[in-house]
């Protein structure tokens, strides 16, 4: 298939483009460097250096054999995007070309209006693209969990049949984020079922939740093909945050009660998510949406657990609740539904204690390029 990867330097953007490209795929990423920029301009830079998109994907030609054509260009720019999808003519575009972090969305205004920019016009002109030369292509788009924020019901695959004044209709399941960034999610999800309907385009939107990890087949093969990895307070996740907490020597930080509960996902399974979802694509007309996490664990349950595995590795790791800058729901009923990618083939890694252990022992390497200023939380909601 020929592959078009939005946002191609990302933390998933880059593993998926060497995932496809290694299994013989025509890979085209995309990517205009923006998280490089932001992570410079707020001194977050990821823990070890990753080289540029080129370089990386000749380094990975020279280990693999394989291509991965790359473009840098901005995907919010219609000139740019219009005629590099006229040029490559995608049959899947997977779109990752979004600013993700929750925090820089909600530092100040400069930032909120970029990420509602970037990401809100980079999802128009992929549905404007599609709906205008590739009517066919398949988009394969990442949401968030964090669309439908802590609902006290169960939280259902996208979709909700809702019964009223004796009649049913079957509508977007009811979003409500706790960023703007999450916001900005809910916003494409509308966004797209407006295409989609009108349109007839094929769309895939999946709800993930927060990601772990850095090693993949095709990372493994030489370290500097790792993706970006993040544990400052803008673009690291809570796992992998507290997993170089517990290197440094730093208390893991839990924001508040820590009763806050998410879907976790091992990197290793978004690929396999995608390449799912690429193989057996929506039909047109469909909003195809699935939630994408494997297991839900509370703050206060990961931070034990990744206690009790550094503590094996030797590690003195404390756990210290910190005020929450954020405003979320520290206790809260959570029940997703996540049956339609296990329908589909998905095998999951889950974070057992030998995956945790093996993971801190890969960061481990990088001990001396911690910088523990970039853990304190910088940017508080209110
Ligand atoms: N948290 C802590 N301590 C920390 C960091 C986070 O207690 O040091 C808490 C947060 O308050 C939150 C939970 O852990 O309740 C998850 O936070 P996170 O920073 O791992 O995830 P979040 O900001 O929600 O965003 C991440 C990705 C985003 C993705 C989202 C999926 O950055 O791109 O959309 O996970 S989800 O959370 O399901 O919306």
């Known amino acids: ?18 995932r496809f490209a290694m299994e013989g795929h025509e890979v085209t990423a995309i990517d205009n460097y923006a998280r490089r920029r932001i992570a410079a301009d707020t001194d977050s830079d990821a823990l070890f250096e990753n080289p540029d998109l080129e370089k990386r994907a000749a380094l990975f030609r020279g280990v693999s054999g394989r291509t991965i054509n790359v473009s840098i260009g901005d995907c919010a720019d219609w000139e740019f995007f219009s005629e590099i999808v006229n040029v490559f003519r995608p049959e899947v575009i997977i779109h990752f070309a979004e600013q993700p972090s929750a925090p820089y969305s909600m530092m100040n205004v400069e930032a909120a209006k970029f990420t509602l920019n970037n ?23 990442l949401g968030t969990m964090g669309e439908y924020g802590t ?12 019964e009223h004044g004796g009649r049913r209709q079957r509508f977007l399941y009811p979003r409500q984020a706790g960023s703007l960034y999450h916001t900005t999610k809910i916003l494409d999800t509308d966004l797209l079922w407006f295409y989609v309907r009108t349109y007839n385009l094929r769309v895939t939107d999946l709800m993930q939740g927060p990601v772990y990890g850095i090693s993949t087949p095709e990372a493994d093969l030489d370290r500097q093909l790792y993706p970006n990895f993040h544990y400052d307070d803008i673009f690291g996740t809570v796992i992998n945050r507290f997993a170089v907490q517990a290197i440094a020597g730093v208390p893991l930080t839990v924001y508040g009660k820590g009763g806050q509960t998410r879907g976790y996902i091992n990197l290793l399974d978004t690929l396999q998510c995608i390449e799912l979802a690429a193989r057996s694509p929506a039909s047109n007309g469909e909003l195809r949406i699935f939630n994408q996490l ?45 049956t339609g990618l ?33 853990i304190v939380p910088r940017v508080k909601w209110s």
């Open 119 to 141: 990401n809100l016009n980079t999802t128009f002109n992929v549905v404007a693209a599609m709906a205008n030369f590739l009517p066919d292509s398949h988009l394969i788009k």
């Open 1 to 18: 298939m020929r592959v078009m990867v939005l946002g191609g330097d990302g933390y998933l953007g880059w593993p998926t483009s060497m």
């Open 151 to 162: 609902p006290n019901i169960d939280i259902e695959e996208g979709w909700l049949d809702v």
């Open 342 to 374: 296990r329908e589909l083939g998905l095998i999951p890694h889950l974070l057992s204690d030998e995956v945790l252990a093996d993971f801190i022992e890969k960061i481990v390497d990088y001990k001396d390029k911690i910088r523990v200023e970039r």
């Open 294 to 338: 494997t297991e839900t664990f509370s703050v206060n349950e990961l931070a034990a657990r990744v206690q009790r595995v550094a503590t094996n590795l030797g590690f003195r790791v404390e756990i210290k609740s910190i005020p929450n800058p954020r405003k979320e729901l520290e206790e809260h009923y959570y029940n997703p539904k996540y």
